[in-house]
């Protein structure tokens, strides 16, 4: 190889390097500095130039010993360099740096796609309602760190039914949905906008102004709905603080007009929370949350058993806690909630309560059991009260069943669930539910929060036994790539057998997926 060959190689090599950065602090994999190679390559740049200009000699053959060194040193060099930037940006999905005049600008984003099939919601199978489709869901997002206090991050995504583009938007389909597009007015929309204001020292108070994400404890009240296409978002004030053990945290948000849930749900612009959310945290392993969430929705109806009611703003404050510790060889999650309020005129009063119970196996394979029950009283119809517990704004696909059939809301589930790795990066759930009723004078709602559709209802005296579900799921990672498929078969009980259309036969209900996520 010539001098000048390998001069433009190497300078060619370390601008394209110079726009590249490893793997975070935040990731488990080693990081290589390669900012630290460049440096030494064009040390030895210096040096070999040095050590031509006192040779008279061109050929290879004809230069000094120590020129001949520092050519195969710096060949060598180049060659680390090279292959230090190709490793942190193929093993690890990491965030892309670049370094701008007055800050760091920081790229990330993730490709997900997932096919559905479902069949059977109805449990009537008389009735064609089976539907199969594939979601795509491309993200994007652009974070600018400033020296000392203050950031700004923006992400971008693209919802949609693979392939497909959105229905017509008429004044008879307001939404542009039945279509093959879930989105709000456009596919591509600002999921999160936001700044950071960092406090001047650790116990001050951080603020996070804009469009963002929030996720309250396991999400059973408050959640970024992330299962679904779209997902949730807020705008509005977030602040936080820490003071020895405990985090404080204070917000006033508003839900972003850009939710469509997994059954097609659309979220609404006007539904607001405030409160704040604490958590005490005294040993590691130990976590105690308390919390209040005023929640203010305006323009809707004031019963829900009644959509034909006039519309009224409702404003329910919900008091709760939730605790998270070890208990000799169990470990234990435990939630509670309590509301008060007014649901449009009437006076709305109800509870909702969790636990888990869980224990780790000493197999190889890392097994885990889980027992768990929910459980929220139902309306009892009295004239002037609401006792439906209003179940806010939740992440509810992560409970209460696969199929998406139950929500926190006149209920009551068990589950056994038991989870082991076969392999490295690979795990298998299985869980079996249980699912009833509380009270057959109110309705049956799912994940949404919403009534069930197609079924007769309330019934008041029917059997309050919805019947059993089994949900499959086993999950591997590939690098930084995640794969998932999962399955889920509700079998009807009695109460859908008296609340089926003429009484007819109630049918098992089938929900399948596969998910590909790849974070880049």
């Known amino acids: 190889m010539s001098w000048s060959t390998l001069q433009r190689s190497t300078g060619a090599l370390a601008g394209a390097l110079a726009l590249m950065v490893t793997a975070g602090a935040a990731s488990a994999a080693p990081t290589i500095d390669v900012a630290a190679l460049l440096e030494k390559i064009s040390a030895l740049e210096a040096r070999v130039i040095e050590l031509e200009g006192k040779s008279d000699a061109t050929a290879p053959a004809a230069r000094s010993p120590a020129l001949q060194r520092l050519e195969a040193k710096r060949t060598d060099e180049a060659k680390a360099a090279h292959d230090a930037a190709a490793r942190a940006l193929v093993q690890e999905a990491a965030p892309v740096q670049v370094r701008a005049k007055h800050g760091t600008l920081t790229i990330d984003g993730e490709l997900r796609a997932r096919a559905e099939y479902n069949k059977n919601r109805n449990f009537n199978s008389a009735v064609a309602d089976s539907r199969d489709f594939t979601w795509l869901r491309t993200t994007i997002g652009l974070k600018y760190k400033r020296p000392g206090r203050y950031s700004a991050y923006f992400q971008l995504r693209d919802s949609r039914v693979f392939g497909g583009e959105r229905s017509p938007i008429t004044a008879a389909n307001p939404t542009g949905i039945p279509g093959n597009t879930a989105a709000n007015q456009a596919n591509l929309d600002l999921h999160q906008g936001y700044v950071d204001v960092a ?41 936080h603080t820490k003071k020895g053990d405990t985090t404080w945290r204070a917000f006033a948000l508003q839900q972003a007009d850009n939710t469509v849930g997994p059954t097609g749900f659309t979220g609404r612009d006007d539904q607001k929370i405030y409160g704040f959310y604490n958590t005490w945290s005294p040993e ?27 519309a009224a703003s409702n404003m329910i404050d919900t008091f709760g806690m939730r605790a998270v510790g070890k208990a000799r060889a169990f470990d234990y999650k435990l939630e509670t909630a309590f509301q008060t309020g007014e649901l449009g005129l009437l006076d709305h009063k109800a509870m909702a309560g969790a636990l888990i119970l869980g224990r780790n196996t000493n197999r190889r394979d890392k097994g885990r059991w889980e027992l768990e029950y929910d459980y929220s009283p139902g309306d009892e119809g009295q004239a002037g009260k609401n006792g439906t517990f209003a179940n806010l704004l939740p992440t509810n696909h992560k409970f209460y069943g696969m199929a998406d059939l139950m929500s926190w809301q006149n209920m009551r589930a068990w589950r056994l669930g038991y989870s082991w790795k076969p392999a490295p990066k690979r795990t298998f759930n299985v869980d079996f539910w249980k699912m009833e009723l509380d009270d057959t004078r109110d309705s049956w709602y799912i994940a949404s929060g919403a009534p069930i559709p197609g079924l007769a209802g309330p019934i008041p005296g029917a059997p309050r036994d919805l019947g059993y579900e089994l949900d499959l799921m086993y999950t591997w990672n590939d690098g930084p790539a995640k794969y998932q498929i999962g399955a889920a078969r509700f079998f009807p009980g009695a109460y859908q057998e008296m609340a089926m259309p003429g009484g007819s036969f109630a049918d098992p209900s089938t929900f399948a997926y596969l998910m590909a996520i790849f974070p880049f």
């Open 199 to 239: 406090g001047r020292d650790s116990e001050a108070w951080n603020f996070r102004l804009g469009r963002q994400e929030i996720n309250f404890g396991d999400q059973r009240l408050v959640g970024a709905l992330n299962w679904a296409n779209v997902a949730r978002s807020f705008d509005g004030l977030v602040a």
């Open 284 to 310: 590691k392993g130990k976590e105690f949350d308390f919390y209040w969430i005023k929640w203010k929705d305006d323009a809707v109806p004031n019963n829900p058993l009644n959509p034909a009611a006039p």
